[in-house]
């Protein structure tokens, strides 16, 4: 529902997407498209650079966005999202995930039940491989069993309970781990099986097995107690 003042003018849905970008722009006009649905549609969109050189800021300006200037890290650049955010209900995107229809509305009454706090779609990645499926498949079966959810499945939550816990921790790596670790605390994450697309860009690029096998590695060292500051240099 969108909310209207007493003198007509319509105010943001009570949702803030919160956007952290790093020199996106080969990706930018498939990304500007994207939040255009969202900003037409009443959320409250922003933008959090974390220092581009590749003119990716001055696509968004054109569009009439506004840029909030970052430190570079996910967490640092989402946790001033937050800070410059004016709704009660946040969600965090990173740019090459798309949200499915009517995301804005799920979003806003899974969050309205007063029995779970945060929560996160099942994610499909896109791309030229048969394989993706099947990853696809096992994040999301992970995710449902372990109740920890990742970045690029669109994670969300009140921003009460987010600011009490003491937001993001601006570490390089796994900071939605710890996020997810940390809610799970408070309640368990809403499962939604509506599904966001994400770009499978970063596994073709760097070898499909070769990332997993990677990413595989960083978690089990960093359950191990291994830093997230030693392991963002091996990060891709």
Known sequence: MILVSEDNRVLFKNLSIIVPIFNEKENIQNLISHLNIWRQKGCEVIIVDGGSQDGSIHYLIKQGFTILISEKGRAKQMNMGVKYSSCTKLLFLHADTRLPINADDIVITALSNKIAIWGRFNVSIYGKSKIFPIISAMINWRSKITKIATGEQAIFVCKEQFEKIGCFIEQPLMEDIE????????????????????SGRRWEKYGIFSTILLMWKLRLLYWCGVSSQRLSKEYL
């Open 179 to 198: 996020l997810s670790k940390t809610l799970n605390k408070i309640s368990t994450p809403i499962c939604l099986t509506q599904k966001v697309i994400t």
